[in-house]
């Protein structure tokens, strides 16, 4: 174990946090970049050599691609949040697309949080920027979202009767659009008109 006296490295143990984070100064509008965590750095495809020291949004950019981006103005916003308030900054899910090494921009999905950094005096001197990447999340759910839909049209919209039945009752759960058309008391069942 360690000498208690021996200087701890901050710098290595930011370095090393386990978030997607950014060390900001709070100058804006430039939110200039003053160090970044391994994982922020593995996840944006960057290096800390071409970043620190840079304006947040040169190397950020909102995606030119996407006409209806708002993740720019809504960082922006967040950040403008904390040097006003002095206090945290929860944002909601923001859709930020990141630059892969191809120059394509990837969509993405962040949970972010601004936090800043408040010496003795109550200056704020950092602005510490953490995002959970929930890209996986937010894709399955529009996957699923897209499924179900597409199970709602298509079996509504068929020519064929039928209907799916559940449990070991076998209790109607749905019935195709046909199916009610000819035998409108599998509709009642499932519209809960009547139990089976």
């Not at 930011?14 to 750095?41: E, N, R, Y």
């Not at 890209?135 to 399955?140: A, D, I, P, S, Y």
């Not at 759960?173 to 199916?179: D, E, G, K, N, Q």
Request: proline share 6%; glycine share 6%.
């Amino acid at each position: 174990m360690g000498s208690p006296n021996k200087e701890v490295d901050f710098k290595f143990i930011f370095h090393c946090l386990p978030g997607v984070s950014l060390l900001l100064s709070p100058d804006s509008p430039d939110f200039t970049i003053v160090d970044a965590t391994d994982k922020l750095l593995l996840s944006t495809h960057t290096e800390r050599k071409n970043i620190i020291g840079k304006k947040l949004f040169d190397v950020f950019p909102g995606n030119p691609n996407d006409e209806k981006a708002t993740g720019v103005i809504n960082l922006k916003y967040s950040l403008e949040q904390v040097i006003a308030s002095g206090m945290p900054d929860i944002m909601q899910i923001q859709r930020y697309d990141i630059e892969n090494r191809n120059g394509v921009f990837e969509e993405h999905y962040w949970e972010p949080l601004n936090t800043p950094v408040i010496d003795e005096q109550g200056i704020i001197k950092y602005i510490i920027h953490t995002s959970e990447n929930v890209t996986e999340k937010v894709t399955n759910e529009k996957k699923a979202k897209t499924r179900e839909e597409n199970f709602d049209y298509y079996f509504n919209h068929s020519f064929a009767p039928f209907a799916i039945l559940t449990g070991k009752n076998f209790v109607f759960t749905f019935a195709s659009s046909m199916l009610s058309t000819i035998c409108p008391y599998a509709l009642m069942v499932v519209t809960g008109v009547f139990n089976s």
